[in-house]
């Protein structure tokens, strides 16, 4: 979340590879608590890596995605906490939510130059946020290993805003 870090490591990959066709914000963490319990550093935490960090990756990335004029494609992690209440995660959903919102936005600001913005809620997925919670509300749904959702994420790779953009999909 912390800018010069970010912008070095755009910097980094465009000094490596040349080009930037395809950016995906992955980074999140949870901050977990009854709001009159929520520990205000790990609320900004959070709001860094989950808000913040993704709008300074496309800031930094956007322009040499545009320079290239041939589209490209966005896409962030989301989480159906976004669109959901489950207890004690209000400040999680909310940075989810906002991240949803940021992306949506993002998609018609950059349309015009067929770059696709859009988002992925892959689910339960075996990570070691997932193994270490037990998310109140969660048990009902399958935990599925990271290689399941591949093709997915490969699928909002390849596409441009001609072909699909501001969308979230699960």
Not at 146 to 162: D, I, M, S
């Amino acid at each position: 979340s912390r800018a010069k870090e970010i912008q070095s490591l755009v910097e980094t990959t465009l000094g490596r590879f040349g080009r930037i066709d395809i950016l995906v914000s992955n980074a999140g963490i949870d901050c977990e608590a009854p709001v009159p319990d929520l520990d205000v550093d790990l609320l900004d935490r959070c709001l860094a890596v989950n808000v913040r960090a993704p709008l300074l990756l496309c800031k930094y990335a956007l322009p040499a995605i545009i320079a290239q004029n041939a589209g490209g494609s966005i896409f962030a992690i989301t989480s159906g906490s976004a669109r959901t209440y489950r207890s004690g995660r209000v400040a999680y959903s909310m940075s989810k939510a906002a991240l949803e919102r940021m992306f949506l936005s993002l998609a018609e600001e950059v349309r015009a130059e067929n770059i696709a913005v859009n988002l992925f809620g892959p689910g339960r997925v075996d990570t070691w946020m997932n193994r270490r919670g037990d998310w109140p509300g969660t048990a009902h749904i399958p935990m599925v290993q990271p290689e399941e959702v591949y093709p997915a994420a490969v699928w909002l790779a390849g596409r441009t805003a001609q072909t699909f953009t501001g969308q979230v999909v699960e």
